[in-house]
């Protein structure tokens, strides 16, 4: 059964810094690629980091580009999301996604997100 | 910026269809992905490759996508079915992009 378990939320203050991991199972982590996606309370869904495979590529929405770096550990079967300089906005519930195989760019399993609050 | 418009709500009663439309520039030649999200839950894969269904999405659901819009179909929608739905798709200058969600409401 695939899991995503998500941690690392909480409260912190504008200006902030915070880390994020994606525990995975269930899956060999090391050939999927995996994402970042985040939801505002009330609010629809943003996609907000991608990175392949290996590592090599890595894509950030226009929103969190410079501020937020995602980076895997494939040996840990683990995923991250590195938060800095954090912002009002950045409020939401933050998912680990996994893409599916094949064509369509979809997103098949999903974390039960954890939530990352900025506040002071 | 690549954008998909989506109803706010529909409405619908207990074994009847819901069809929920999501609209882009071209999405006929994209991939569309559609997804069940209910309070408080993480979303759900409902609909993939426009109109594949994951293993244990019941067959009520479908999917269609031509020219400008994509469609999802729910037959015989049942009270369970309540829930936002998302539509999804990839551009080149946008990456992944979602819908802007529509609520299903049973009556």
């Known amino acids: 059964e695939v899991q995503l378990v998500e941690s690392g939320g909480g409260l912190v203050q504008p200006g902030g810094s915070l880390r994020l991991s994606c525990a995975a199972s269930?899956?060999?982590?090391?050939?999927?690629?995996m994402n970042w996606v985040r939801q505002a309370p009330g609010k629809g869904l943003e996609w907000v980091s991608y990175i392949s495979t290996s590592g090599s590529f890595i894509y950030h929405a226009d929103s969190v580009k410079g501020r937020f770096t995602i980076s895997r550990d494939n040996a840990k079967n683990s995923l991250y999301l590195q938060m800095s300089s954090l912002r009002a906005e950045d409020t939401a519930v933050y998912y680990c996604?996994?893409?599916?195989?094949?064509?369509?760019?979809?997103?098949?399993?999903w974390g039960q997100g954890t939530l990352v609050t900025v506040s002071s | 910026s690549y954008e998909l418009p989506q109803p706010p709500s529909v409405s619908v009663s207990p074994g009847q269809t819901a069809s929920i439309t999501c609209s882009g520039d071209?999405?006929?030649?994209?991939?569309t992905s559609w997804y069940q999200q209910k309070p408080g839950q993480s979303p759900v894969l409902v609909i993939y490759q426009d109109d594949k269904r994951p293993s244990g999405i019941p067959e009520r659901f479908s999917g269609s996508n031509s020219g400008n819009t994509a469609t999802l179909t729910i037959s015989g929608t049942q009270a369970m079915d309540e829930a936002d739905y998302y539509c999804?798709?990839?551009?080149?200058?946008?990456?992944?992009?979602f819908g802007t969600g529509t609520k299903v409401t049973v009556l």
């Open positions: 996604a996994k893409l599916g195989s094949g064509y369509g760019h979809y997103f098949d399993y």
């Open positions: 071209k999405l006929g030649d994209k991939y």
């Open positions: 269930g899956f060999s982590f090391s050939n999927y690629e």
């Open positions: 999804q798709a990839w551009d080149s200058s946008t990456a992944y992009v």
